[in-house]
């Protein structure tokens, strides 16, 4: 079992959420905020599940969802903000199904459709399985409209 990519998932999610919930502001992203102390090693590196989690946040970046200023040391990266890429996709709505309360008000509706709160609910029950699909489903959606936008500029046509 792989459960280096859980613990992927669970960081990528933890990650944005905090983002999410200072946006749009600034944040310094500390790994052990997100996971909790872990020991250095006896050479006084940092622990592998230390850097996994560091290694997810870089990888946010790289992708795209996420930007920061600079590293500090191995404990965070500092000045980080969600992109538009990650705000919109956070923001976006899911379906709810039959968890979908109708008596709620519509803006607490809203909410509790975003792909944010979801996200926040399987963290809290710890639902691996949850989380694993809504983080794969986070990084699969393309954007409405920002993707034909994108093709549209670039000279490429869709393909069916």
């Known amino acids: 079992m792989d459960l280096h990519i859980d613990d992927f998932y669970k960081d990528c999610a933890s990650g944005l959420l905090h983002l999410y919930q200072v946006f749009p502001r600034k944040a310094a992203l500390y790994v052990e905020d997100l996971i909790g102390l872990e020991e250095p090693d006896e050479f006084g ?3 592998k ?6 290694g997810a ?8 969802y996420i930007r920061f200023e600079t590293t500090i040391r191995y404990e965070a990266l500092d000045q980080a903000v969600l992109t538009e890429k ?11 199904g039959e968890a979908a309360d109708d008596s709620l008000p519509p803006s607490v509706r ?3 459709e ?3 709160y979801q996200l926040r609910e399987a963290l809290m029950a710890s639902h691996s ?3 694993a699909r809504l983080v794969r489903h986070l990084f699969e959606s393309p954007l ?7 093709e549209r500029y670039s000279g490429t046509s869709p393909t069916p």
């Open 114 to 116: 975003t792909l944010a």
């Open 110 to 112: 809203r909410v509790h």
């Open 49 to 54: 599940r230390h850097q996994g989690c560091l």
């Open 45 to 47: 590196l940092p622990s």
């Open 129 to 131: 399985e949850r989380l």
């Open 57 to 64: 946040l870089l990888w946010l970046a790289e992708e795209g």
């Open 144 to 150: 409405q409209g920002r993707d034909a936008r994108e």
């Open 86 to 96: 990650g705000f919109l996709r956070l923001s976006c709505a899911l379906p709810r």
